[in-house]
T-cell receptor
Framework: DADVTQTPRNRITKTGKRIMLECSQT?????MYWYRQDPGLGLRLIYY???????NKGEISDGYSVSRQAQAKFSLSLESAIPNQTALYFC????????????FGEGSRLTVL | AQSVTQLDSQVPVFEEAPVELRCNYS??????LFWYVQYPNQGLQLLLK??????LVKGINGFEAEFNKSQTSFHLRKPSVHISDTAEYFC???????????FGTGTSLTVIP
């Protein structure tokens, strides 16, 4: 099983619908991140969390919200989806240790019609 | 503030030829440096990282990168590429005083048979 699991892997929805993307991890990391990937723009940070009680906005948080239900679970919500939120979304985790590298899930491809 | 520039968005190269993917960064503080690879329909995997010490870093799959502090660069190299190296490559930095990662826009490497 993957260390960082994202569900759903693919989702097509309509404008105005509420969407939730879920992420769970078995790495025991305290830090979790949501990124958005668009062609030519690379990865942009939406939200990040360093523990259950700590939530921080990234560079493109407008239109998104998150919930850290437990150390291992971090969900991303689009309250009212719009077409320009069509993208590939990645969850990542990281430890507090010195190396501090990120470990990524396989991505959730969201299409908003 | 930090920024990462990947100078080439697409790099085509023939099989068994050498390749260099360029990465420059800007930061007011010292940084840790990373290269990630994204194979089609997969998440990002760590190729290599520079934390301190020797400026020449060796990673997986025969890749290496050299940190040049004066030129603020961290170029990725491989002496002989294979078809299986076809992927998207991302350079990233993390300030040694912070917890956020900053990604470049990616370089698409295509290995031609």
């Amino acid at each position: 099983d993957a260390d960082v699991t994202q569900t759903p892997r693919n989702r097509i929805t309509k404008t105005g619908k509420r969407i939730m993307l879920e992420c769970s991890q078995t790495k025991g990391h305290d830090r979790m991140y949501w990124y958005r990937q668009d062609p030519g723009l690379g990865l942009r940070l939406i939200y990040y969390s360093f523990d259950v009680k700590d939530i921080n906005k990234g560079e493109i948080s407008d239109g998104y919200s998150v919930s850290r239900q437990a150390q291992a679970k971090f969900s991303l919500s689009l309250e009212s989806a719009i077409p320009n939120q069509t993208a590939l979304y990645f969850c990542a985790t990281g430890s507090q240790g010195f190396t501090g590298e990120l470990f990524f899930g396989e991505g959730s491809r969201l299409t908003v019609l | 503030a930090q920024s990462v520039t990947q100078l080439d968005s697409q790099v085509p190269v023939f099989e068994e030829a050498p390749v260099e993917l360029r990465c420059n960064y800007s930061s007011s503080v010292s940084v840790y440096l990373f290269w990630y690879v994204q194979y089609p329909n997969q998440g990002l995997q760590l190729l290599l990282k520079y934390l301190s010490g020797s400026t020449l870093v060796k990673g997986i799959n025969g890749f290496e990168a050299e940190f040049n502090k004066s030129q603020t660069s961290f170029h990725l190299r491989k002496p002989s590429v294979h078809i299986s190296d076809t992927a998207e490559y991302f350079c990233a930095v993390r300030p040694n005083t912070g917890n956020q990662f900053y990604f470049g826009t990616g370089t698409s490497l295509t290995v031609i048979p």
